[in-house]
């Protein structure tokens, strides 16, 4: 993990910590029907150092993640044959039309 990751991870859990400390007051307060006593925010625990075998455990869950969006990953067609083949859509789409309006024309004046 790099430290950027570690720190925010560790930022997250310290208020988590005191989100839930305040929680816990607001259910005694609510519990008893009288305000709790002041209490001091938790202080953050200090991390457990990272163990040797975290490092190749999380390298395969990794490896395993990429795996996994790589299968899902589209390769994306160049924007030129996507317009071609909008162009020629309408032009014959048109084409057409304009065929069955000159039928239904050479038919009713008939």
Request: some cysteine; aromatic content about 10%.
């Amino acid at each position: 993990m790099s430290s950027d990751r570690l720190t925010e991870l560790q930022r997250q859990r310290a208020l988590a910590q005191e989100q839930l400390a305040w929680f816990d007051r607001e259910i005694a307060r609510e519990s008893a029907g009288q305000p709790p006593a002041a209490t001091p925010p938790p202080t953050p625990a200090t991390p457990a150092a990272p163990s040797a075998a975290a490092a190749p455990e999380s390298a395969a869950v990794d490896r395993e993640a990429e795996k996994i969006l790589a299968s899902y990953r589209q390769t994306s067609r160049p924007i030129k044959d996507e317009v071609k083949k909008g162009c020629l859509l309408y032009f014959f789409s048109a084409f057409g039309l304009l065929i069955l309006a000159l039928a239904a024309f050479w038919f009713l004046r008939r």
